[in-house]
């Protein structure tokens, strides 16, 4: 499709790159821990993008010095939850900030198959429309399979 | 999924692929011999410093000095173009400090980290430095995100274990220190570029922790032990603490000061550098209470920071070997 020629979703930074290497991903983790910021984990299988909370593996890893911990977790995740989203994410705790700083999506399934608009007529042949993501049509342990 | 840039589809020409960047490099130099690589980095500096700032431990500067060495051989390997075998370049650093108390067991663990960095072993240079409460959790499930999280916090750097042998119970079934230790060994292996171990404590509790954790004794490559000062070696440490305290010795005072650690050896529970450096505050306190008698008196920066043989000789120790 002209408007997302690749077909992946774009959600979170680097999105319209290539894949990160885990080296790529190992030196924003080092960016992110120069600055201070705490970093997670986490993972999802709805793509929507006002799916904002997805679960979290593991609690967030605040005082880490090196990115190599925080790459351990990563790899974890990948290896257990292979098909979904993951996504790491970096917390920036000073005060009047304590806000998510960077979030970018570092695994995703093999086909994402994208999403679809849905229209709904309203009184007086009014139109409101949604986005629908075709991976929700199944329920949730069957939407990636392979 | 498609490594290189998009290309809309259809459009003839179509963007080429980038490369993935690699982290950087060391730039490879011309250096052939060992002292043009020790001009170009600091291997000097450090152990230089480790002979001053140490005094005594020759195990441990012997063994930190073949760090070193290995590290330039190393350099000059690379500069050769000798590619290191696949996960057998870096050398596995795991130590295990053991000997008396007041030895320098975690002053040299705490310098450990420092050193290795700027050798350029490890990449951040902090200490962590457990026991086995932060280690091992209180109930089933709290110890593997409990060691977890400290190995984490550890990565980059140094993990130093004080008295490691607590780890492992075996009289208490219900202990989850095996747990702990089994994570720790993982991570030693499979982790070994991101985080140095140390482990210190009593040289016969570690032994008996070893012959029961084969896979741990294994994985330790340097196993060193730290010898009981000298007495001149003791002495040195005192007139360095006084140094340090921002104190000085009266006339007099080397030979006192000499005299009693000679008594106090004698006698049980001598700690090394920790006795001597208690033995000083002694003195500070007794040379307080010698000053405070004489209230009109002006104290001078030189009455202030002089320690005099009496402040030291007041102690027990002599009164009670002169007794014996």
Not at chain 1, 92 to 106: L, P, Q, Y
Not at chain 1, 115 to 130: A, D, I, M, P
Not at chain 2, 39 to 45: H, R
Request: glycine fraction near 6%; hydrophobic fraction near 35%; aromatic fraction near 8%.
């Amino acid at each position: 499709m002209m408007t997302n020629p690749t077909g992946r979703i774009t959600q979170g930074q680097f999105s319209f790159l290539p894949d990160l290497t885990d080296e790529e991903i190992g030196m924003q983790v080092d960016y992110g821990l120069k600055k201070g910021y705490a970093w997670s984990v986490e993972y999802t299988d709805d793509p929507h993008p006002r799916n904002t909370y997805w679960e979290m593996y593991g609690m967030p890893m605040f005082d880490l010095e090196d990115a190599a911990g925080v790459l351990m977790e990563m790899n974890n995740c990948r290896k257990t939850f292979p098909n979904h989203y993951i996504r790491l994410m970096a917390f920036d705790s000073t005060r009047n900030v304590e806000t998510i700083a960077m979030s970018f999506i570092v695994n995703r399934p093999k086909n994402e198959p994208g999403y679809g608009l849905v229209r709904q007529e309203v009184n007086g042949r009014s139109l409101r429309y949604t986005v629908h993501s075709y991976a929700t049509d199944k329920p949730e342990s069957e939407r990636y399979s392979g | 999924m498609a490594t290189s840039m998009y290309s809309i589809p259809g459009s003839p020409m179509s963007a080429p692929p980038v490369a993935p960047v690699a982290a950087t490099a060391a730039p490879t130099s011309t250096a052939r011999t060992v002292n043009a690589v020790l001009a170009e980095s600091q291997v000097q500096e450090v152990i230089d410093e480790l002979e001053r700032d140490l005094i005594g431990l020759a195990p441990v500067k012997q063994r930190i000095r073949d760090i070193a060495a290995l590290l330039v051989i190393d350099k000059l390997r690379a500069n050769l173009g000798l590619q290191p075998a696949a996960g057998a370049d870096k050398p596995s650093l795991h130590m295990c400090f053991t000997g008396n108390p007041g030895t320098g067991k975690t002053t040299v663990a705490l310098r450990m980290a420092q050193i290795l960095h700027r050798l350029g072993y490890v990449r951040k240079g902090h200490v962590v430095s457990v026991t086995r409460d932060d280690l091992v959790g209180q109930y089933i499930g709290h110890t593997a995100p409990k060691t977890k999280e400290v190995l984490k916090k550890a990565m980059g750097g140094v993990l130093f274990i004080d008295e490691a042998y607590y780890l492992y119970r075996p009289e208490n079934e219900r202990d989850y220190g095996q747990e702990s230790i089994e994570i720790l060994l993982q991570v030693m292996e499979n982790q070994r570029d991101d985080l140095v171990v140390i482990l210190a404590g009593y040289k016969d509790r570690m032994d008996t922790f070893f012959q029961s954790n084969p896979g741990m004794s294994s994985r330790i490559a340097h196993h060193i032990d730290f010898p009981d000062y000298q007495d001149d070696e003791l002495l040195q440490i005192g007139e360095r603490m006084v140094a340090g305290m921002h104190y000085a010795f009266g006339p007099g005072m080397r030979e006192v000061l000499a005299d009693y650690l000679a008594r106090r050896k004698q006698q049980p529970h001598f700690a090394n550098a920790r006795s001597v450096r208690n033995a000083l505050d002694r003195a500070r306190l007794r040379q307080a209470s010698r000053l405070y008698a004489d209230g009109d008196r002006e104290l001078t920066a030189e009455d202030l920071t002089t320690l005099l043989p009496e402040d030291l000789l007041a102690s027990r120790v002599f009164t009670q070997s002169m007794a014996s």
